[in-house]
């Protein structure tokens, strides 16, 4: 699993920034830029590590770049996530089927 993609999720702007992403792309950075209270240069380097985690890909057109979100890397990681809840959900279950099976002492 890429760790950059953990990385990149522990910024609150970075997830907001795909959260706008998902529900309003392709957009370019100037257009992000106005809707949050960073410059334009410092959206660009939170864009940077998102594209670094593969979580934005990005379409040029002439000048212009449109980043668009990649869910991708969101779906490794709700796998992942997915693997450890069963994981810890079995340990829940053979926890109380134990505790289930031992005399009260009554």
Known sequence: MNTH???ALADSTRRDL?????KNSP???TQLATE???????LLKHLHVLEQAGLVAIQ??????RYTLNPEPL???NEW?????TQWDQRLSRLKTLLESE???E
């Open 27 to 29: 957009k370019t950075a």
């Open 5 to 7: 993609v953990f990385d």
């Open 81 to 85: 996530i997915n693997q450890i809840s």
């Open 103 to 105: 005399p009260t002492g």
């Open 60 to 65: 040029q057109r002439g000048r212009e770049k």
């Open 36 to 42: 949050y209270p960073i410059t334009r240069q410092g």
């Open 75 to 77: 779906s490794d990681i």
């Open 18 to 22: 795909l959260i706008n992403l998902a």
